[in-house]
């Protein structure tokens, strides 16, 4: 296994390539309006060559995640699934992942003027467990939305670089970039307080619904975290893989489900673009990574992010939770580690090395 998992990343390594792409180059490849759909189930493409991949490649890809934790992988191609893997179905935590799942739901309320993304704590009267300063309560909601907030405040919950944070009060709000789970929770009460909505109820009525989600069950979504630390607690979310899928498939297709905008346009250009480039990112070990940050989407960035890279973007949660969208491909991939807590993870190195060996299994044919 550790040979297998070695030539991945080393394969991932090799196919990098040069300068990042400019932040404002949002490409359209595919017509939204034209687009295949899924109905009640997905379907499948014809045949691999038929989509302009090989189907030994993709064997190959099947050998690696027969050889790795990876409970359930989907790619979809054209609105049409390519490749399988695992239990589609299987009900199991995104971790982080949620939080562009979060993102997705602030875009119409962005458009309609209920948020806004100027608004400061002090003005939402958002406050914490020992309270906040009159310099933290400066933050606004875009500011939280690109891990930018200056909040340095422990979260309710762990899984972020907040040990890493420098002290409080020592870096103004949109200053300095930090993966804060207190940021994420932060947005998740202000989301409820300025929509009136509980966030599982607006998952259940403005994106699963609409996109036919196979297997969300909103009566299963709960809320943690130790609410000693921090009043503002963790949204986790319970999602199976292939709805994990037709949430990316809704982002490709720039938040548009057959003949209805369920996501705004200008919301999902303006959530992928990058805000913070890799090399802003903090801790600095961080750097060596090749994504960035937007509106709680991670981004292609640097070496990585030109040709077919360019444009692609990711929610990534722990153990090996992601929802990639790659326009230039037209590809959406699904990836899932269902949790136990000692389960070990498919980093994201691993994980880059699985989508390298995808877009290596790509017939010389393909359409570029």
């Not at 100027?118 to 300063?133: C, F, I, S, Y």
């Not at 599982?200 to 943690?224: C, E, H, N, P």
Request: proline content about 6%; aromatic content about 10%; charged content about 20%.
């Amino acid at each position: 296994m550790r040979r297998i998992f070695s030539f991945v990343v080393l394969f991932a390594a090799a196919c990098t390539s040069a300068p990042p792409r400019a932040p404002e180059s949002f490409p359209t490849v595919f017509s939204a309006t034209s687009a295949v759909y899924p109905g009640a189930t997905w379907t499948h493409v014809n045949s691999p060559e038929s989509a302009g991949y090989s189907r030994d490649g993709l064997d190959s890809v099947r050998t690696i995640l027969a050889n790795s934790t990876t409970t359930g992988m989907m790619v979809v191609v054209g609105g049409r699934v390519l490749f399988e893997h695992g239990d589609l179905a299987q009900l199991s935590y995104i971790a982080s992942a949620r939080k562009s799942i979060l993102s997705m739901l602030f875009g119409n309320y962005v458009a309609s003027g209920k948020i806004r993304l100027t608004k400061t704590l002090a003005e939402l009267g958002l406050d914490d467990v020992g309270g906040l300063t009159p310099q933290e309560k400066e933050a606004t909601i875009a500011d939280l939305l690109s891990a930018r907030s200056g909040v340095y405040h422990p979260a309710s919950n762990p899984g972020d670089n907040l040990a890493d944070a420098p002290p409080r009060g020592s870096q103004r709000h949109g200053a300095y970039y930090l993966y804060s789970n207190w940021d994420f929770n932060a947005l998740g009460t202000i989301f409820e307080q300025e929509t009136g909505r509980n966030i599982y109820d607006a998952i259940d009525t403005d994106i699963a619904a609409l996109v036919g989600m196979q297997d969300w069950k909103r009566d299963i979504q709960r809320k943690s975290g130790d609410s000693t630390l921090s009043r503002h607690l963790a949204y986790h979310m319970v999602i199976s893989t292939r709805d994990m899928a037709r949430i990316g498939y809704l982002m490709l297709r720039e938040g548009r489900w057959n003949d209805r905008q369920v996501v705004p346009r200008d919301w999902v250009h303006r959530s992928t673009h990058l805000v913070t480039p890799a090399s802003q990112l903090n801790p600095a070990p961080l750097r060596r990574e090749h994504m960035g940050y937007g509106y709680l989407w991670w981004v292609w960035d640097g070496r990585d992010s030109t040709g077919l890279f360019d444009g692609a973007y990711s929610a990534r949660g722990g153990y090996g939770q992601y929802i990639t969208v790659i326009p230039k491909l037209d590809m959406v991939v699904a990836h899932k580690v269902a949790v136990p807590p000692d389960r070990p993870s498919v980093d994201m190195p691993v994980y880059e090395g699985v989508l390298n060996a995808i877009v290596a299994a790509r017939l010389p044919t393909a359409p570029r």
